[in-house]
């Protein structure tokens, strides 16, 4: 049987903003993040707008307009990420990638 996570966790303390996955770890960056939430797209729209797309400009990454979040080619991250929101809500399930119902607590 499987469900639906109740809490979503993205380990943020080492990113790779310029080269992704496939990044050696000599490129990873130190961020020193975790984040939490019950919506994973709610959460990967919000590490994606506020931590990887301001870390991979400062990187000098000429690519990072591909993890736009208002893309809607295939390939861009906001194409892909839309595509799960979409099929999560089909399911019934909460998802959201408007910003003004994503709530962020700093701790």
């Known amino acids: ?8 966790i993205l380990d943020m303390i080492w ?9 050696p770890y ?10 939490a939430g019950t919506d994973p797209v709610a959460l990967d729209y919000w590490a994606s707008k506020y931590v990887l797309m301001p870390a991979a400009r400062a990187a000098g990454n000429r690519r990072y307009t591909a993890m736009d979040l208002e893309g809607k080619d295939p390939g861009t991250f906001g ?11 089909k399911a019934g399930l909460p998802a959201t990638m408007d910003e003004s119902r994503i709530t962020v607590r700093k701790l």
């Open 26 to 35: 000599s490129r990873a960056v130190f961020n020193n993040m975790i984040a």
């Open 79 to 89: 194409y892909w990420l839309a595509l799960s929101m979409q099929e999560l809500r």
């Open 1 to 8: 049987m499987t469900r639906f996570p109740a809490l979503n």
């Open 15 to 23: 990113i790779a903003p310029d080269g992704g996955p496939n990044a």
